[in-house]
């Protein structure tokens, strides 16, 4: 029997954006293999969130990513989504976690202990280093939407909804991958159909 607890970390990103997947990480770090420079994947720059993301695979006791698809976001609302795409990657982890500690004020439905940290990525190595695999592999598949969309400029705002990215839309219409929940992607869809003939 080991004596430590397996406690994991998670977090999700693109819960703001107004397309793509909202992604979800799991961490359990390695008490005895330690990694520095892991905060709020927001607060690192892109090159500095890569680096550790490679670095926190290869420590990590055990690491998992997981998602929620805009079908699965339009049909349970955002927050929901988020949740489910958080309890996915927990579910996924390669060691069992004994607890986890999950970014923001409440948890998903697990069959482990949970605890909700506010601003838990700057309090918590293990949810720091959630935030940044989730980022990390959002950016990567928007990078991937970009080349199959490339009038949005996902690259760029890596689809929040910037200034640009609501022209664009307004342009060219809703494309597959945007949110038909978010008021912004509804209010064009409407606009959309009102001016057909």
């Known amino acids: 029997m080991h004596s430590t607890i397996y406690i994991c970390g998670a977090d999700e990103a693109g819960r703001g954006p107004i397309a793509g997947p909202v992604v979800a990480a799991a961490v359990i770090l390695d008490p005895n293999n330690p990694i520095t420079g892991i905060t709020d994947s927001k607060k690192i720059s892109e090159k500095k969130r890569n680096a550790l993301s490679i670095e926190i695979k290869e420590k990590a006791l055990a690491w998992a990513i997981a998602q929620c698809d805009v079908a699965e ?56 280093a959630a935030s940044i695999l989730a980022k990390v592999e959002r950016d990567r598949q928007m990078l991937e939407w970009h080349e199959r969309y490339p009038h949005y400029n996902f690259a760029k705002h890596k689809a929040y909804g910037t200034v640009e990215h609501l022209a664009a839309l307004k342009e060219h219409g809703a494309s597959p991958i945007h949110r038909r929940s978010f008021k912004p992607v509804r209010d064009v869809i409407e606009a959309h159909a009102a001016q057909k003939p």
């Not at 500690?101 to 293990?126: F, H, Q, T």
């Open 73 to 128: 976001i339009d049909e349970l609302n955002i927050l929901h989504a988020s949740m489910l795409a958080m309890k996915r990657a927990i579910e996924a982890l390669p060691v069992a976690a004994e607890k986890a500690l999950i970014d923001g004020n409440r948890v998903p439905k697990l069959s482990i202990p949970a605890e909700a940290i506010i601003k838990g990525d700057l309090k918590e190595a293990c949810i720091g």
